[in-house]
């Protein structure tokens, strides 16, 4: 369902959180995908994932921070959402309790999305605690964060089961 294919050349700007999408992904886009990233890495997996995702529809939503995400989450629809565990509260701040947090917000949404949770290797109290947050919180997947292009297609692989469990394989339905 999400082969994996560049377009060299192709212009992948960050979507502003405060661009609403009009009544749903727009005319050419069938999936909107919140992206949170804590900013840990130069050349991220969250350039490479639009970029493959977009020619198939797929609007990537990113968000630096907590507070970017809810900004994201109340003016687009957010099919599937991708939450760094290590995100921040804040842009400014350093990374704390955002990821979670962000689990509790999409948990409660009317219609929650289903989330791919991205965590980092930390000690094993920690790892813990976090992988209980984000179970407790209805994820879907918890993956550690992709620094590979084997990783990229482990994101991809988990990104098309998601989709085909949630959304039987077909595009989610305008909003």
């Known amino acids: 369902m999400f082969p994996v294919r560049t377009h060299p050349g ?7 959180p405060a661009t609403p999408s009009a009544g749903g992904p727009g005319p050419h886009k069938r999936l909107n995908l919140l992206l949170s990233y804590a900013g840990w890495d130069p050349e991220p997996w969250i350039d490479t994932l639009p970029r493959l995702l977009e ?6 939503l990113r968000a630096a921070s907590g507070l970017e995400a809810t900004q994201v989450i109340r003016l687009n629809p957010v099919h599937i959402a991708v ?10 701040a350093p990374a704390s309790e955002g990821g979670p947090r962000l689990l509790e917000i999409l948990r409660r949404l009317d219609q929650p999305p289903p ?3 991205v965590k980092s290797a930390r000690t094993q109290r920690d790892e813990a605690r976090l992988l209980g947050a984000a179970l407790r919180a209805g994820a879907f997947a918890v993956i550690d964060r992709p620094r590979s292009s084997g990783d990229i297609e482990l994101m991809l692989d988990v990104l098309r089961r998601c989709l085909h469990r949630f959304y039987s394989g077909r595009w989610p ?3």
Not at 10 to 16: G, R, T
């Open 83 to 92: 939450v760094d565990l290590g995100l921040p509260l804040e842009s400014d």
């Open 115 to 117: 989330t791919v949770v």
């Open 55 to 60: 020619p198939m529809g797929v609007h990537a």
């Open 173 to 175: 339905e305008p909003s």
């Open 10 to 16: 192709h212009d992948d700007a960050p979507a502003s």
